[in-house]
């Protein structure tokens, strides 16, 4: 018993390595982030608005915890998620904070009503009207993101290049947009941009990690 004892303590305490790792809002924000592609530390500073030292102290713990790793490129050292089960445990935390904190669901609805373009349709509803090829989907978020991975039928089109391409998109089709997830609001101002060129557009919730998710409950249920 004492032997199985001692097993299970170091058990939860290597479990634990993770859960204090995670503990950090700036580190799980590095997480999402790198979840859309491999980023370099000055990209991530960018990103996420904090100094380049700050940046690589946060890396520094999430490669003691295995969950990235890093490569050099030339002067560059750039980060990636050491496995997709680390964006798939991240979906997982967003689906459970906003199930069970309702702060994150007042967060969510307040935001909601200071940009109304953000109602989104649901992907069910855009499976169905794509197959019947009754709407574009576009992805704005940078093109590196999305030669990475991107929805299946998506067209890359960046919120920064985004003027540029509204005489080409299509007047007599719905516009969907989408980027980086729930919590990133790229795809909610695309909406607003279209939308006041007199465009038909939408927006759905999720990102790619959240559509390969809902894809492959799709196909199991078909079976």
Request: charged share 30%; proline share 4%; hydrophobic share 40%.
């Amino acid at each position: 018993m004492r032997m199985e004892r001692r097993w299970k303590d170091q058990l939860y305490q290597e479990f634990a390595r993770i859960g204090k790792c995670l503990s950090s809002p700036k580190r799980l924000e590095i997480i999402d982030l790198l979840a859309q592609g491999p980023k370099s530390v000055d990209l991530i500073s960018k990103n996420t608005g904090m100094s380049v030292a700050n940046v690589s102290q946060h890396l520094q713990t999430l490669l003691e915890a295995r969950l990235v790793q890093f490569t050099k490129k030339g002067n560059y050292v750039i980060y990636e998620l050491a496995d997709l089960s680390v964006a798939d445990f991240m979906v997982s935390l967003h689906r459970l904070g906003e199930n069970q904190l309702v702060e994150i669901q007042r967060m969510k609805r307040d935001i909601l009503q200071l940009h109304k373009s953000m109602e989104p349709i649901s992907l069910e509803v855009l499976m169905d009207r794509m197959e019947r090829g009754e709407v574009l989907l576009i992805d704005v978020r940078p093109t590196a993101e999305y030669e990475k991975a991107h929805i299946p039928g998506a067209v890359s089109t960046p919120i920064d290049d985004l003027e540029k391409h509204l005489s080409s998109l299509p007047e007599d089709r719905d516009i969907v947009a989408y980027c980086r997830g729930p919590y990133c609001l790229m795809a909610a101002r695309a909406v607003e941009i279209m939308k006041e060129k007199g465009l038909n557009a939408f927006r759905i919730e999720e990102g790619v990690h959240e559509w390969h998710r809902f894809a492959n409950q799709e196909a199991l249920l078909e079976q």
